[in-house]
């Protein structure tokens, strides 16, 4: 739970430097799937069963990489400049989602 916290952090503390013109755009959106992600998972687990926390996992997996994408884009804009601990929390959140879905499937 802490690295996806980080994540958040992280991504609110970077598109504070975006643009102003992209407060109800891409600042926007990045912010919401960071905050979707652990957000649904902690939906999940709360549900009564396997299928249904495996449903919301899908949900987050597919935040992280809709975040990934905005923050590709805001390098490419350069609105911001490419940071490797962003990258590194990215990465490490998909192999913990990943390695919790496969979890989960296989007991």
Known sequence: M???MDLVESIYSISSAF?????????SQIRRAAVSIPSNIAEGAARKSDKE???????AMGSLAELETQYIIATRLDFVKEDETVINLITDEKKL???YRNYIKNK
């Open 53 to 59: 926390f495996l449903q919301f996992l899908s949900i």
């Open 2 to 4: 802490e690295k996806r």
């Open 97 to 99: 989602l990943l390695g």
């Open 19 to 27: 643009p102003d013109s992209e407060r109800f755009g891409l600042t």
